[in-house]
């Protein structure tokens, strides 16, 4: 896989089409916005059946979106295949329904058998949680 590969809208359409088959992107709406190698750029619209009991978005779909957006930027490098061992989160800002939040992912360190990854997820302008988390490297993919 090489460092400066930038994946192209068609490959991002069609990524996003195979992603959509997953059962957890069927019930929290996400999108790929870009992928270059170490780094992934997605979005998530909130939703009224996100919200917990105090009219904000619940944690636990934030750290979801947060974990997807570091595996997607595993994925970049080559790796078809990971699984979470760790993962942190602060919750910075709260995030209300109706609002989209960014997700940037970047690799920090790649190993052949784990990495370390961290997202900063945004509202506009504004970060409202930083994540990091460390994830084994399952098999390579085989794109070129």
């Not at 069609?14 to 996400?30: F, R, T």
């Not at 979801?64 to 993962?87: H, K, P």
């Amino acid at each position: 896989m090489q460092r400066d590969r930038v994946y192209s809208k068609e490959e991002m359409k069609k990524l996003n089409e195979k992603l959509k088959e997953a059962p957890l992107w069927k019930m929290i709406d996400m999108r790929i916005a870009s992928l270059k190698w170490g780094r992934s750029e997605m979005t998530m619209s909130i939703k009224d059946t996100y919200l917990n009991v105090m009219g904000t978005c619940h944690g636990g779909v934030i750290a979801a979106f947060a974990d997807t957006v570091m595996g997607s930027a595993l994925y970049s490098t080559g790796a078809a295949a990971s699984a979470t061992i760790e993962m942190n989160i602060n919750f910075l800002e709260p995030v209300m329904a109706g609002q989209v939040l960014t997700g940037r992912g970047e690799v920090l360190r790649k190993g052949k058998t784990t990495a370390v990854i961290r997202a900063d997820l945004f509202v506009g302008e504004t970060m409202v949680a930083a994540a990091r988390g460390t994830y084994s490297v399952l098999e390579p993919n085989k794109q070129k």
